[in-house]
Each structure stands twice: as structure tokens, then as C-alpha cells.
């Protein structure tokens, strides 16, 4: 084969669009010594290449190991089976009630005021009480954004 051809092949293979045949023309190839000084790298890989493949794997793994592993395996029971679904049967049954009686007990805390006067004067108590609490923290603001002034006269 003459570089050329060699160089096309190899684009191909790079591609990935060989076939086999041409695959193996490319290892005959780079398995001989006489190879070009701008082709060597390439013969290194393809050498490199049919080595593994040499030396590979064997095409089924030992069967003692596998045999081990099955060995080692503990089938399931009839019990460990029952338990499990037992186990899961009691967690849902528990969460069930837990969630039914924290429903229950948050709607018998709640009571809806018939008296329009009486909802009033609760509702405005209410509002007065939020209204205090965040007057606070207005309060703390002003002072810092009085602070943030001094400080900006100061640095200018």
C-alpha cells in the first residue's frame, strides 16, 4: 500500500467508517517495521492496539467467582418478605392517623365569630398589636438610616 492510501484509511478509521477488512489492512500495515518516520506514532497505537486485544479479557469470566458471589447471596424468606409489608402497612396506618388528628385538632381550635361588633373589635385589637410591633422596628430603623447620615457628612 502506498502512504496515500494508508493516510485515506486512516481517515476513515478516525471517522469510524472502516470496515473490518479495512481495519485489518491498516494493523498489517503498522505491524510491519517499514513504516514511515510521519506514520510512527500511528504504528505505535495500532501495535499497541493488537496487543490488547491479544492479551484481553477472556470472552467468559472464570465461573468460581460468580459461583462465590451466588454462594454468598441469601435468598429471601417468607419472613423477611412478611415483615417488610408489615412494616410498611404500620407506617402508612400511623401516618394516616397523624395527619387525621392534626387536621381534626387545628379545625376544633378555630371558631367563627357570629357578632360583627365582637369580630370588629377583635380584628382592629389585632391589626393595633401587629401595628405596634412593626412601629418597633421602624423605630430601630430611623436610627440607623440617622446613623448612615452622620456617617455619610462625615466621609464626604
Given at each position: 500500500m502506498d502512504l496515500k492510501q494508508i493516510e485515506e484509511l486512516l481517515d476513515k478509521y478516525y471517522n469510524g467508517e472502516t470496515t473490518l477488512e479495512e481495519e485489518r489492512q491498516l494493523g498489517?500495515?503498522?505491524h510491519q517495521d517499514s513504516v514511515p518516520d510521519s506514520l510512527k506514532d500511528e504504528q505505535v497505537k495500532f501495535r499497541f492496539f493488537a496487543s490488547a486485544l491479544n492479551d484481553g479479557m477472556p470472552a467468559?469470566?472464570?465461573?468460581?467467582?460468580?459461583?462465590?458471589?451466588m454462594a454468598?447471596?441469601?435468598?429471601f424468606t417468607v419472613f423477611k418478605v412478611a415483615s417488610g409489608l408489615a412494616a410498611g402497612v404500620l407506617?402508612?396506618?400511623?401516618?394516616?392517623?397523624?395527619f387525621r388528628t392534626n387536621t381534626t385538632t387545628t379545625l376544633r381550635?378555630?371558631?367563627?365569630i357570629k357578632d360583627p361588633q365582637l369580630a370588629y373589635a377583635q380584628t382592629k385589637?389585632?391589626?393595633?398589636?401587629?401595628s405596634g410591633k412593626l412601629n418597633k422596628g421602624n423605630e430601630?430603623?430611623?436610627k440607623i438610616s440617622k446613623l448612615n447620615d452622620i456617617q455619610n457628612s462625615i466621609t464626604k
Open positions: 498489517q500495515f503498522f467468559e469470566p472464570d465461573m468460581p467467582i460468580s459461583n462465590e458471589i454468598k447471596r441469601r435468598p407506617l402508612v396506618l400511623g401516618l394516616n392517623f397523624y381550635n378555630t371558631s367563627e385589637h389585632a391589626l393595633l398589636l401587629i430601630q430603623i430611623m
